[in-house]
Every structure is written in structure tokens, then in C-alpha cells.
């Protein structure tokens, strides 16, 4: 077929091409509209680990690097039990751990020291607090539990929060515009 062909069929099918293309615009804007908002809120951690009291050269290069090999496991403990259900508790959410661990994101860029949570949900105001919330157990469980020298003492870890989640003023989907 020649290029002549194509637009001699276009000129007799027009009106069935604008029908279906009317059609498939006023499906997708009527699903745009009719889809629940999904909503994400992030928080952002930073881990740091001391060496010992003494703060020399090696001690901080040593305490930030076994910091960034910490932090990829500490991304594995954000949606475990020991964390969720502290906040499912304290927040009296009507889920599981299970439910909410399928809404958390925890990464962690490779060579860094920040873990960002993030949680998706139906509220944009609910899924700041429970981002918070979650930064705030998982804190407490890695210093508190996990890293609680055995001799006791203070932990040698420690995590600051600085990015704490706010309620996003977008719909993170559908997204329609």
C-alpha cells in the first residue's frame, strides 16, 4: 500500500476513528476521576555510628563506613514486626503488620547514610503519621535493641531524623496532571 491508500481510508473511516478516539479519552479521564487517590509521605533518617569516644581521623572514616554497610540491613528491619507493631499500637490503626509493611518503602542509596521511609495510603495526613511514627520505632528498636552494647553502655549508634514526613499535597495516583 502506498501512502496515497492510507489517507484514502482515513478520509472514509474518519468519522469511526474520532468516535473511538472521543471514546477511549472519556474512559480514561472517568477512570482518572472514579480511581481512590493513593497517597505518599516519606521521612528521612540519618544513621551514624561513633567508633569509641576518641575522635580521630580513623575512627570517624571507620564509623561512617560501618555505617553505610549498616544502614542496607537497617532498610530490612523497617517493615519487620518489631517495628510495625509498636506503631500499629500507639496510632490504634485497624491493620496488620502484614497489611502495613505491603504500604512501607524503606531505601537506601548505595555509599550513604539516609534511609527514606516512605508509606502509601488513602490519606495524605495518615500517611505522614505513620511515616513519622515508624521513623520514630525504628529508632528506638536499632539503638534501644539491636545495637545495645553488650557490655552495656550507651548504644554507639545513633539515628536523627532529618526530613520528617509531611502530608503530600498530591496524590502520588492517579495522576492527572
Given at each position: 500500500?502506498?501512502?496515497s491508500d492510507y489517507i484514502r481510508i482515513i478520509r472514509r473511516?474518519?468519522?469511526t476513528i474520532v468516535v473511538f478516539t472521543l471514546v477511549g479519552l472519556l474512559a480514561a479521564g472517568t477512570y482518572a476521576l472514579l480511581a481512590p487517590k493513593s497517597y505518599v509521605s516519606s521521612t528521612r533518617l540519618f544513621v551514624n555510628v561513633q567508633s569509641s569516644e576518641s575522635n580521630s581521623a580513623v575512627d570517624i572514616v571507620q564509623g561512617s563506613s560501618a555505617a553505610q554497610q549498616?544502614?542496607?540491613s537497617y532498610a530490612d528491619v523497617v517493615t519487620s514486626a518489631g517495628v510495625l507493631e509498636?506503631?500499629?499500637k500507639d496510632l490504634h490503626l485497624?491493620?496488620?503488620v502484614q497489611q502495613l509493611a505491603s504500604r512501607v518503602t524503606a531505601t537506601a542509596q548505595v555509599n550513604s547514610v539516609i534511609i527514606t521511609i516512605a508509606v502509601s495510603g488513602e490519606s495524605a495526613a495518615e500517611t505522614a503519621t505513620i511515616a513519622n511514627a515508624i521513623g520514630k520505632s525504628f529508632s528506638t528498636i536499632v539503638v534501644d535493641s539491636l545495637e545495645s552494647p553488650a557490655s552495656g553502655g550507651p548504644s554507639l549508634v545513633k539515628i536523627?531524623?532529618?526530613e520528617p514526613a509531611i502530608p503530600a499535597t498530591m496524590p502520588a495516583s492517579p495522576r492527572t496532571g
Open positions: 500500500m502506498q501512502l473511516r474518519w468519522l549498616k544502614v542496607r509498636p506503631v500499629i485497624d491493620t496488620s536523627v531524623t532529618v
